[in-house]
């Protein structure tokens, strides 16, 4: 052609080139150094890629180390051990966890009556009003029309490995 210079060459139909000819990743696979930028100029640097916007995207921010950035902010890492929201998360469905442990000691887990205790009514003391108390039987040996007397029984709740008597409000 007249103006060639020793370092070109000239590809065609029979003598293709190949990804690295022309500065390309294979498309079995490659390895791009540095960082990436799809639609955008990536300022996360590091070994990182961003999506269209310059400062949000994936950071591979050590071994073992996968974060999350928005706006140039980490809010979420991924680590082999553990997941690690740096920002309040926003549920719209069901969260099912497969162990409560972490929270489950802290709320109700269980409802029960405690012991019992007999005070007579008729002729006796009876029972004054005890917060957290429930009457459950009335006692009348002689079936007159007095009461003889009355049982009683706190109501309890588990909470954590502890029983607690419930208070009246």
Do not use: C
Request: proline share 4%.
């Amino acid at each position: 052609f007249g103006f060639e210079l020793d370092w070109t060459e000239f590809y065609t139909t029979t003598r293709k080139p190949s990804a690295g000819d022309v500065g390309a990743l294979p498309v079995s696979g490659g390895v791009i150094n540095g960082n990436l930028g799809i639609g955008t100029p990536n300022i996360l640097g590091g070994s990182s890629i961003v999506l269209g916007d310059n400062d949000t995207g994936l950071k591979q921010n050590g071994d073992g180390l996968l974060d999350i950035y928005a706006n140039g902010v980490q809010v979420f890492r991924f680590q082999n051990d553990t997941l690690e929201s740096k920002k309040s998360i926003n549920v719209t469905g069901r969260l099912t966890p497969t162990d409560y442990g972490n929270f489950d000691s802290r709320y109700v887990q269980d409802i029960r009556l405690g012991s019992l205790q007999y005070g007579q009514v008729w002729n006796g003391p009876g029972f004054s009003d005890t917060s957290g108390y429930v009457i459950t039987g009335i006692i009348n040996g002689n079936s007159d029309e007095l009461v003889d007397g009355a049982h009683r029984r706190p109501i309890q709740k588990l909470i954590g490995n502890q029983w607690y008597n419930v208070v009246s409000i």
